[in-house]
């Protein structure tokens, strides 16, 4: 008798979703591959991510160990207001680590072999029980699973699910790294042990401390990554932000290297009037700092045919929860594991999306709720007044970055 044919997944897109999904479903007995669009390493992307117990929960079902130098450990909470004068401290426990090393350590699970760069999915077929990708390049891959883990512009979402599509949530996120070393003496005593908040009107700025190049954990070769999300009307400032030096409007994101020398300049005007000095010292100091627009996705199905979608392909929540990537491996947790208890692939499609679908629109909710004073030229008088009480030192520093609402 033969033995059974081993399940094949293909999965599209080689970022967080995709690498827990790949590993989770080799280890729920599936044969998978990753087919990433990008014909370089990923290493290097990205800029810092807070985590939770749940994606540490993930990573050791993944095989990681998130108990070594996953990232650097605060214990405090700090408001600074805008004359430099401390506004408020809370006690809140978290490992801050970066986009980049949660990537080492779930691709070093992940056979090399199976990691396929300069893939772009251009087209999904479905036949029946079988799903065929498509790439760019001609080729194509089949299986009796697709997971499009392919970011919030995903092109397998807009093959199975063209209705849904991102909506620019009326403000951006500047973000930056800055190496430990040159931040002076008396700001890294103030900032560097804590996440710290600035509240300018309708804006919020957020900073903590993360890993050196490599990882590096030790003292001293550690950076500061701050995000600062501020209100930018579509048809003016942001057009105005994403337009590079040859007059080119970038409307998905720019390159960082083409934001405008001016655009840079007017950044750290504002930083320099708006923020506490301690603050506006991680700006200055910054050398590169690149924006991104924040967008809503939110979908209705997770699952069409031979089709899953997870990440932010299926849910791209603002970032105010800090969630994106501990939903990412949820998602990949609760599809291995619904593929697991169901020989049906479409029994287990449909109990993966039954648990996940409610899961996500919690978190897309909670992130609408913290970002709602960011969007002051989008809301009533009445929506604004009401979103503004997440934007006092004691709700930001207990509201923001926790599951636990
Ligand atoms: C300002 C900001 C702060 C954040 N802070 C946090 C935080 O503190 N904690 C946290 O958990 N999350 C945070 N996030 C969110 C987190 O970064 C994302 O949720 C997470 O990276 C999503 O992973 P993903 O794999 O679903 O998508 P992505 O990381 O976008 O990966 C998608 C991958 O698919 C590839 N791809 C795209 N199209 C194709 C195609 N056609 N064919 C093949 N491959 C394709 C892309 O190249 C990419 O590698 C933050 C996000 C922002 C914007």
């Keep these: 008798m033969n033995a059974p044919r081993q399940r094949r997944a293909v999965v599209i897109g080689g970022s967080m979703s995709g690498l827990f999904a ?41 095989g990681c160990d998130p108990s070594k130098d996953l990232g650097v450990d605060v214990t405090m909470r700090r408001t600074f207001d805008r004359a430099g004068a401390l ?7 978290q490992t801050l680590t970066s986009w980049d090393r949660v990537f080492r350590m779930l691709r070093q699970q992940f056979p090399d072999d199976r990691y396929h760069i300069g893939k772009e999915l251009a087209r999904v077929e479905q036949r029946g029980d079988r799903v065929v990708a498509h790439f760019a390049d001609g080729t194509s891959a089949e299986g009796d699973l697709m997971v499009g883990a392919d970011g919030f512009r995903s ?28 931040i002076p003496p008396p700001v890294h005593s103030d900032i560097f042990d804590a996440m710290v908040f600035g509240l300018p009107p309708n804006e919020q700025f957020i900073s903590y401390p993360v ?89 209705t199905r997770m699952a069409v045919g031979r089709v899953a979608i997870i990440g932010d392909a299926a849910f791209l929540a603002r970032p105010h929860v800090a969630a994106g990537v501990t939903k990412a491996a949820e998602d990949a947790m609760a599809l ?29 909710q909670r992130g609408r709720e913290l970002g709602g004073y960011l969007q002051p030229h989008l809301l009533s008088p009445a ?23």
């Excluded at 014909?39 to 991510?49: K, P, S, Y």
């Design 211 to 299: 890993a050196g190049r490599d990882n590096d954990l030790r003292p001293g070769h550690r950076r500061c990554n701050f995000v600062w999300y501020r209100p930018a009307e579509e048809a003016t400032e942001l057009r105005r932000l994403l337009t590079d030096a040859n007059g080119t409007f970038h409307a998905l994101g720019i390159p960082p290297p083409l934001v405008r020398a001016e655009v840079i300049a007017s950044l750290r005007d504002d930083s320099r009037m708006l923020l506490a000095p301690q603050l506006d010292a991680v700006v200055s100091l910054t050398p590169q700092p690149f924006l991104q627009p924040i967008f809503d996705v939110e979908t």
């Design 22 to 62: 790949a590993i989770l479903l080799r280890r729920a007995g599936w044969n998978a591959d990753v087919y990433e669009r990008v014909d370089v390493g990923l290493i290097g992307r990205g800029a810092g991510i807070v985590t939770h117990e749940e994606m540490r929960a993930v990573l050791r079902a993944a």
């Design 383 to 405: 929506a604004l007044a009401a979103a503004e009480r997440h934007h006092t030192p004691e709700a930001i520093m207990s509201e923001i970055a926790v599951l636990d609402f």
């Design 336 to 364: 291995a594991n619904a593929l697991r208890a169901h020989d049906d692939v479409a029994a287990a499609l449909a109990a993966f999306e039954c648990e996940r679908i409610p899961a996500n629109m919690r978190i897309m």
């Design 155 to 182: 092109n397998v979402r807009g093959e199975v699910l063209p209705e849904v599509k991102p909506l620019y949530a009326g403000y951006i996120a500047w973000r930056g790294l800055v190496d430990e070393d040159v």
């Design 87 to 93: 506004a408020g401290e809370f006690v809140c426990a």
